[in-house]
Every structure is written in C-alpha cells, then in structure tokens.
C-alpha cells in the first residue's frame, strides 16, 4: 500500500509538473503510470475518466472533488480493467468491427440518433468519436472475457435446478418475465427529510416529462444515478425473482409500455418502464423428422464442384434412385450418412440458418433443392412434423438462469480478486 501511495504521489506531482509545461509551451505530455503485464496505464488515461466522472456528475447537478483518494481508486480501476484486457489479448479474444457498430448503433438509438448523429454529439462535447469507439471496444471485451471466464465457473447441477424449482422462489421464476428499464434518483446512505423530499420532487418532475413524451434512454442518461445510466437505463429481461421485493408488487401485474413509479428504495426513488412483456403463455414449437444428405467443400473439391455433386444426386434421386442408399454413399455428415441421412427430430433453431429456412418450409416428403448453408450444400427431406410443448422446458431454462445470475456477481468478484493478485503491476513515479 505504501508503494501504491508513492506512485500516486509521483503520478500527482508528474501530472502538475504537465500541466505546468502544457500552459508554458502549449504542448501535452502523456506519461506512463503503470505498468500491467505487457500494457500500460497513462496518466492520460486516469484525467479522462476523472474528467468523465466530472461530467456525469455535473449532468445531474451535483458536484465531485476530485483528491488524490479519486485519483488512487480510479487508477486501481484502469489497473484491473488492464488486467482482464490483457488475459483476453492471451485467450485471442477480440471485438471485430461488426460487433463493435452494433454496440454504437444501440448506443445512438438510445440518444435516438444515428452513428453519425452520435459522432456528431461526441464531437460537440469536446471528445474524439474515435476515442470513444475504443472505449466501447475495450468495455464489450472486458465483458465478453468476464462472461468466458466467469460463467464457466458456475455449474448447476441438476438435484440444484429440481430443489429450487421446489422452493417459492423457484416457483416464482416461471412467472413472466419484463423487459425493463428504470431511472433512479439516488438517495445517500443516511438520508435527511429535505433530501428525501427533493429526491421524491425531481422523481416527480422525471415521471411528469416521460409522460408528456419526453424519450426515457435520454432522460435516463441525463439524470439517472444508476450504473445502466449511459446505456439509457437499460435492465434487459427480468423476471420478479431478480428484482428487490420492493419492485415485486407493483410490476407483478405490469402490462407492456407502461410506467412504474417513483417506487421508493433504500437507494433512492425508481422510475421503471416496462418495454415489453413474456412467459404468459404456453410455448409450443415444431419438430421436423428429417434427413439430408451433404456435399462439403475442401482443399480438393472446389464449392462450385461441390454443387455439381449434389445437383447430380438429385437427378439421381428424382430419377427413382433411394435416397437412404445415396446418403450412405455421398453424403459427407458420418453421423447422419451411416442412418441413410436419418436426422432424427430436431427442431430449426438447432440447425444453421440456411438449412432450417429450407426445412421449415419444405412440404412433406418433398426433396429440396440444392440448399446451401456454411457447412455445404444440402438435399433435405422432411417425412414428419409435430408440435411439441416445451413450456416446463423453457421454465428450467429460465430457473437455471436465475440461478447462473445469482451466482454470477460472487463469483465475479472472486475471480477479480485473483486476476488482481496474479497481474504483474508497476507504478511508475
């Protein structure tokens, strides 16, 4: 500890140093702080989220003092988020472009904008839209090797998920589920009567000018003091179990687009919309029993020829050859091909795109055309479908995931702890 207070010491008295050169010679001097692993921390790093953090607060109308215990907690933080960056470089884990658009275009929805609108809006506010791209790259790969990394420490067996679908709660985890978003005005920990009045007043005023229209994402980003705050205040699909009894009530019997609230808190008042609803209602799927027959590609056979073979076993097959005899003989699936192409039941969201949009809508005992899908091109068949009520299936998946969430946060902040403890570090003075 003596050494981390050393190194902020030196950061602090480098920063000012900068800042003194910056105004004298109109020039910016970045620096190394730490080091992690193979990265680094800069002390440009830590002004940006010290300066971000400023902002935040200054939106909502309160104020922060930016000292040198901010400075240590926000350096720790980049130090640990170095960490779990750092363990992605060595899994080969990254954020391709495609993703990382997606994640910008939810991002300019919720502003309800467009990704140039969001440039734009970054830009106005002082910030490189470039910048601020990473920034999202970096925070989609923290979560993706947390998620990696984390969920796979988590097992529920079986006689668990049996014994908590016994149990109330688990009983009341079939209950429906809501997609929800909340604003929440917070409260501190002790708090006076005025500040619970003006906390309960601002609620108010929120609710009165989301009523009148006014877009929940923007109002949420601008006022909300919880940690959904920028992603427009975003909770996603819910159900009552995971939410503080205090929500259970109000919300049991919420229909879709509806506003709940103020609903007052131990931290605060809340303001939730409920943006869709589901569960109410028995699921039923189709089940298709089906065979194919699969021609792939290699280094050998080109996609071209590929799909000269399978054309070729058509006419084969419309010309009266057997299909299971075909299958045996052609097809490049060895589990399916030993049964004469024989699939079995399955149902189209276990198959790939390409495949299960030709199966689905092929008519019974029909051959399809050559279909092609990432695997290779296909001959399916469909020889039976029947409907399938999957409701208490749906009710395990949904109660094992309640029980992989519950888990999840005490198994993430054990996994932190040892990502903290196992990264090389090194401030620098």
């Given at each position: 500890?003596?050494?981390?207070?050393?190194?902020?010491?030196?950061?602090?008295?480098?920063?000012?140093?900068?800042?003194?050169?910056?105004?004298?010679?109109?020039?910016?001097?970045?620096?190394?702080?730490?080091?992690?692993?193979?990265?680094?921390?800069?002390?440009?790093?830590?002004?940006?989220?010290?300066?971000?953090?400023?902002?935040?607060?200054?939106?909502?109308?309160?104020?922060?003092?930016?000292?040198?215990?901010?400075?240590?907690?926000?350096?720790?933080?980049?130090?640990?988020?170095?960490?779990?960056?750092?363990?992605?470089?060595?899994?080969?884990?990254?954020?391709?472009?495609?993703?990382?658009?997606?994640?910008?275009?939810?991002?300019?929805?919720?502003?309800?904008?467009?990704?140039?609108?969001?440039?734009?809006?970054?830009?106005?506010?002082?910030?490189?839209?470039?910048?601020?791209?990473?920034?999202?790259?970096?925070?989609?790969?923290?979560?993706?090797?947390?998620?990696?990394?984390?969920?796979?420490?988590?097992?529920?067996?079986?006689?668990?998920?049996?014994?908590?679908?016994?149990?109330?709660?688990?009983?009341?985890?079939?209950?429906?589920?809501?997609?929800?978003?909340?604003?929440?005005?917070?409260?501190?920990?002790?708090?006076?009567?005025?500040?619970?009045?003006?906390?309960?007043?601002?609620?108010?005023?929120?609710?009165?000018?989301?009523?009148?229209?006014?877009?929940?994402?923007?109002?949420?980003?601008?006022?909300?003091?919880?940690?959904?705050?920028?992603?427009?205040?975003?909770?996603?699909?819910?159900?009552?179990?995971?939410?503080?009894?205090?929500?259970?009530?109000?919300?049991?019997?919420?229909?879709?687009?509806?506003?709940?609230?103020?609903?007052?808190?131990?931290?605060?008042?809340?303001?939730?919309?409920?943006?869709?609803?589901?569960?109410?209602?028995?699921?039923?799927?189709?089940?298709?029993?089906?065979?194919?027959?699969?021609?792939?590609?290699?280094?050998?056979?080109?996609?071209?020829?590929?799909?000269?073979?399978?054309?070729?076993?058509?006419?084969?097959?419309?010309?009266?050859?057997?299909?299971?005899?075909?299958?045996?003989?052609?097809?490049?699936?060895?589990?399916?091909?030993?049964?004469?192409?024989?699939?079995?039941?399955?149902?189209?969201?276990?198959?790939?795109p390409g495949f299960a949009n030709v199966m689905t809508n092929l008519p019974l005992n029909k051959i399809s055309d050559v279909s092609h899908?990432?695997?290779?091109?296909?001959?399916?068949?469909?020889?039976?479908?029947?409907?399938?009520?999957?409701?208490?299936?749906?009710?395990?998946?949904?109660?094992?995931?309640?029980?992989?969430?519950?888990?999840?946060?005490?198994?993430?902040?054990?996994?932190?702890?040892?990502?903290?403890?196992?990264?090389?570090?090194?401030?620098?003075?």
């Amino acid at each position: 500890m003596t050494s981390l207070k050393l190194g902020f010491k030196f950061a602090l008295s480098g920063l000012i140093f900068s800042g003194l050169i910056e105004t004298i010679d109109a020039r910016v001097i970045d620096k190394i702080i730490a080091v992690v692993d193979s990265g680094v921390v800069l002390a440009s790093d830590v002004e940006t989220h010290l300066q971000d953090l400023k902002t935040r607060a200054e939106a909502r109308g309160n104020t922060i003092d930016i000292n040198a215990n901010l400075r240590e907690q926000v350096l720790e933080r980049l130090i640990l988020e170095q960490a779990q960056i750092e363990i992605a470089k060595r899994q080969g884990l990254e954020i391709d472009d495609a993703r990382l658009n997606e994640s910008l275009l939810q991002a300019a929805k919720s502003r309800e904008t467009d990704i140039l609108g969001l440039k734009n809006i970054i830009e106005s506010e002082g910030k490189s839209f470039k910048a601020f791209r990473e920034q999202i790259r970096r925070g989609l790969l923290i979560d993706a090797i947390r998620d990696r990394e984390v969920r796979r420490r988590i097992r529920i067996s079986k006689s668990e998920l049996e014994r908590f679908l016994k149990t109330t709660g688990g009983q009341i985890s079939t209950a429906p589920e809501l997609l929800l978003s909340q604003i929440v005005v917070g409260l501190p920990n002790i708090p006076s009567s005025e500040a619970i009045n003006q906390a309960e007043k601002k609620a108010l005023q929120i609710r009165d000018a989301l009523l009148k229209g006014a877009p929940f994402a923007q109002m949420a980003i601008r006022y909300s003091d919880a940690p959904e705050a920028r992603q427009g205040g975003q909770l996603g699909w819910r159900s009552t179990l995971e939410l503080n009894p205090i929500f259970a009530k109000p919300l049991l019997e919420a229909t879709k687009n509806t506003l709940i609230g103020p609903v007052r808190s131990p931290g605060g008042f809340h303001l939730i919309a409920v943006r869709d609803r589901r569960g109410d209602q028995a699921v039923v799927i189709t089940e298709y029993k089906a065979r194919h027959i699969l021609i792939k590609p290699d280094t050998i056979r080109s996609p071209a020829r590929a799909k000269e073979i399978a054309t070729n076993v058509l006419r084969e097959i419309e010309g009266g050859s057997d299909f299971a005899a075909l299958a045996r003989r052609f097809s490049n699936d060895p589990l399916s091909a030993a049964k004469g192409g024989d699939l079995g039941w399955v149902r189209a969201d276990q198959l790939v795109p390409g495949f299960a949009n030709v199966m689905t809508n092929l008519p019974l005992n029909k051959i399809s055309d050559v279909s092609h899908s990432r695997f290779g091109f296909h001959l399916i068949e469909v020889l039976e479908t029947r409907e399938l009520d999957i409701s208490e299936e749906q009710m395990k998946n949904r109660a094992r995931r309640i029980l992989i969430e519950r888990k999840f946060s005490q198994e993430l902040e054990t996994w932190l702890r040892q990502v903290r403890a196992d990264a090389f570090v090194e401030l620098k003075p």
